[in-house]
Every structure is written in C-alpha cells, then in structure tokens.
C-alpha cells in the first residue's frame, strides 16, 4: 500500500485537524496516509447525525479548528451566509460539513504543494515497528510510515447484543407512532438529551424513562454568558493536592457567590491537565469512579434553550428520570424488558416500544484491541491506569529514530483527563503537526510521489 511519511490512524475532528496543520505548514512535498475505519466524510460519533436538533455543546466561536484562530469556523458560517451569532449552539450536522470544507481545502493545497494524501478505508488492528518505518496493519495489508499518529477518538459504549438501539442518531424518529406508549433509554448524559429532543420535536406524547446509576441529566449553559467572568484560580489550591482539598476548594469558591458556578469550573479548565497529572493514582481512581459524572454533567453543559425543554418535559411528566443500571435488555412479546440494578436490589421494568442505548464514550484500554496490541508489544505505555496510553508534551508516545509515534484526543484519556473536546484537540493536532515537520526537516523525505 505505498510508503508515506506520515500515517494518520482516525478520520474524525483529530485526524482532519492533523492533516490541515501539515498541509498548511508543511515547507516541502510529503506523502500523507489516512487510515479510518469510516469512510472519508464521516467525521466520527459526535458529528454523523443527520438531525438539525442535534447541536454543538461549545459556542460556536470557540469551535474552530485551528488553534491560532478558534474563531475560524464561526467565520465559515458567516462566508456561507449562515445566520449565527458568536455564541450561538449550531447544528453538529453543519460542524461535519464545515470539517468536509477544511478537509477539501487542504487536499486543494496539498496538490499545490506537492502533497500526497492516500485515504483507505479500514481498521487498523496493529501496528509493528520494522526499525526504519512503523507499519500499520490493516486487514492483512500495511501501510508504512515514518511517523504514526493515532487520532482514533471516541469509542462508544458497546451493550451485550440486545434490542437497544445502539446508534440512537441514526434513528428515524418520523416513524415513531401513537401506537407506542412506553420508550426507555439507558444512559442520561449529552445523547440522551440528544434523544429526548429528537423524540420531542415529533410531538409524539408517550412516557420516556431514563435509566442512570446518578440519574442527572446535563446542567444547562448559562444564558448570556460572558467569557471574561471567568478567573485565574490559584494554581496552588489546585495543583499537587488531595482531591478531598480540591472538591472543598471548588465549593468554596462556589459558595462564595461572587459568580455563578459556570464560570468557576470553566476556569479550572486551563488548570484541569495539571490537577490531574499531580493526583495519586487512588485520587484519580476516586475521580474517575466517583466524581467523574459530577464533573460531565458540570463542564459539558448543553444549550439553554435545550435545558428549558427537556426541564418542561420532566415537570410535565412525560419525562422520568430514574436511578438504576441496566443490567440487561430481552425482547418479550410485550416489548423490551430491561433488568435494573437499583439501591434496593435487582427490579424489572417491561413493555417498552423501544429502548435507546445512550452510553457515551468507552475509554478503557481493554475495550480497545489497538491500544491493547501496541502496549503488548512496547510501542506506547498505559499511564497508571486503564484508560488508554501516554504521552509526552508534545504528544508522542513512541520514538526510535527514525520513526515516532504520536496520539492525540481520547486515547490520552488516562493521562491528561480533558483531552476530548475541539479546545484541546486543536492544541494537540498543532503541536504533533510542528513536532512532526520540525523533525521532517532534519530528516530526508523518502515519500513516493
Ligand atoms: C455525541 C458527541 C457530541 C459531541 N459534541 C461536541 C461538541 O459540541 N463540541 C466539542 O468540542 N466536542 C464535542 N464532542 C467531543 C468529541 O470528542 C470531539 O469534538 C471530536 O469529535 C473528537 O474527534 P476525534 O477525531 O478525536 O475522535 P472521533 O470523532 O471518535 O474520530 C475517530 C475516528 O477514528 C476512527 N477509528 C477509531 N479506531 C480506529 C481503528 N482502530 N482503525 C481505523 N480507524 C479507527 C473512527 O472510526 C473515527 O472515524 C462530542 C462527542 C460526542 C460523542
């Protein structure tokens, strides 16, 4: 399948970000590859669903993909004459197809520079170190490469086989009909909230349960919100401490009312790296298993006007929200039954039309058979936990000259805690980026044109 000097697992935000950087910066002809399990123009979980309802949880000023300029894709609405305004939530739809436009302006400029760049569709199952190139394996082919990036994002969650729908966007919520009376779904974090509009928006008027071992739906963003109100919190309340002191430092400053909650945990954002790297493994651990939804549901927050509907629908009954893991789903001739672990024990609830799996993002290693091969095999190293792999500052996570591997987004999950949203992404597609064309200079090109 050629040699290149770059070989980018993951076509999604990461992938596309790391390729527009190269192509924009890069001084001289290199040959890029892509391997992606999706095609080209499907830019993974996030931004695949068709629906107008479904809407970026980042303004969209702050959603633009290269990081010396956030604001780029909110101009790409504005040249395409899209009515929006800075702070606005837009459709996620319309994010896939500004990424497709970036996407299609780099290739255009990679052909002016002399640029390859070879898209294959597949999984990468493998990747082998062959001392002069890394070799990623694709069912039975290799794609070889001086340099890997790994941009392979957000798995989803994977229920046993069972009638829940696992690719709850994909739903074709037109065909849902007064027949049906009871919808459940399992999960209540973003794509519940996705789901629940969806559902809404047809007007159907059944009973949705959500089915969650917290059973806390997203807080809303603050309408109005004014970036400048958020603060420098003090490093040394944060950093390099118990997190029992952390959590009492955050209700302190909350409590203290000077400024409405939002702005206090969006300002731990530039510290949140820094706290997380200076935990005890027991601390991260404790984080993860017992603060981690706290967290999510505190600092990815959805749009007001999306926190008013699904509020209305909770207090007019149509909505309910319950506490309790699904342990299991069974199709019975009155519908999905689902098995619920509850405080009080094992419990059934049945007879539901349809169940919606709503599980999020997996960012455990042994989910991931990639990860898992090359940590077998020495090629990058779990960073004390189960969460994926690590990486040095300038996101590498493997060097022997002349080859090196780098990682950006979820898979760095264990090691850098926010690594999962464009701010951060596009910090990180930069830095490999640069990494990458610096190191590129020292070393001659062997591209094949
Ligand atoms: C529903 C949802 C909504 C979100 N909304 C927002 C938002 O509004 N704003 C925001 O900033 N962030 C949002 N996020 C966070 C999201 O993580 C990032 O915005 C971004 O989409 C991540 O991109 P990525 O390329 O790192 O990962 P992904 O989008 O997951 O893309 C990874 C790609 O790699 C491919 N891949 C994975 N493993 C392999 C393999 N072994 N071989 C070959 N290909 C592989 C996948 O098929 C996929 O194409 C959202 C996430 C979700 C799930």
Redesign the pocket.
């Known amino acids: 399948m050629g040699w290149y000097d770059i070989a980018i697992?993951?076509?999604?935000?990461?992938?596309v970000a790391t390729i527009a950087n190269i192509v924009r910066d890069a001084a001289k002809p290199i040959a890029i590859a892509v391997?992606?399990?999706?095609a080209r123009g499907?830019?993974?979980?996030?931004?695949a669903t068709p629906r107008d309802e479904h809407l970026?949880?980042?303004p969209a000023a702050n959603?633009g993909l290269f990081a010396d300029n956030p604001r780029h894709f909110y101009e790409w609405t504005q040249a395409q004459g899209i009515t929006a305004a800075p702070g606005d939530y837009l459709p996620?739809r319309l994010y896939a197809q500004y990424l497709q436009s970036v996407l299609d302006a780099a290739q255009a400029a990679a052909r002016d520079k002399g640029i390859r760049i070879g898209w294959f569709q597949?999984?990468?199952?493998d990747i082998e170190d062959h001392a002069e190139y890394l070799s990623v394996r694709?069912g039975g082919d290799g794609i070889d490469a001086r340099v890997v990036v790994l941009?392979?994002?957000?798995?989803l969650h994977k229920g046993d086989a069972g009638p829940a729908i696992d690719q709850p966007w994909k739903f074709d919520f037109k065909t849902l009909s007064p027949a049906q009376k009871k919808i459940a779904l399992i999960g209540s974090g973003?794509?519940a909230a996705?789901i629940i509009i969806s559902i809404l928006d047809t007007g159907w008027q059944g009973d949705i349960t959500c089915y969650s071992g917290h059973a806390a739906l997203p807080r809303a963003h603050l309408a109005g919100y004014d970036a400048d109100k958020r603060v420098a919190l003090p490093p040394d309340q944060y950093i390099s401490q118990r997190l029992s002191g952390i959590m009492q430092a955050l209700r302190r400053e909350i409590k203290s009312g000077a400024r409405e909650w939002h702005y206090i945990i969006d300002s731990l954002r530039p510290l949140t790296q820094d706290i997380w790297r200076s935990l005890s493994a027991t601390d991260r651990e404790r984080l993860v298993k017992k603060y981690f939804t706290l967290w999510n549901i505190h600092r990815h927050r959805y749009a007001p006007h999306i926190a008013a509907r699904i509020d209305a629908a909770q207090a007019g009954g149509q909505l309910k929200m319950v506490k309790a893991r699904v342990a299991s789903a069974a199709q019975t001739p009155d519908g999905v039954a689902l098995e619920l672990a509850t405080k009080d024990g094992v419990e059934t609830a049945a007879g539901f039309d349809l169940v919606f799996r709503c599980t999020?993002?997996d960012y455990k290693t042994a989910h991931n058979p990639?990860l898992k091969n090359i940590i077998a095999k020495g090629l990058a190293k779990p960073p004390g936990n189960d969460y994926g792999i690590r990486a040095s500052d300038n996101m590498l996570v493997y060097r022997d000259r002349p080859c090196a591997m780098y990682a950006?987004?979820?898979p760095l999950f264990g090691a850098l805690f926010e690594t999962?949203?464009?701010?951060e992404?596009r910090l990180q597609a930069k830095l490999i980026s640069d990494s990458f064309l610096e190191d590129s200079i020292a070393s001659k090109s062997r591209a094949i044109g």
Request: aromatic residues 6%; charged residues 15%; without cysteine.
């Open positions: 697992v993951g076509g999604g935000f990461s992938g391997v992606s399990r999706d499907v830019f993974g979980p996030a931004y970026l949880n980042v959603m996620r597949g999984e990468a199952e694709s941009a392979i994002g957000n798995a973003l794509t996705d999020g993002v990639l950006l987004g979820a999962t949203a464009v701010p992404l």
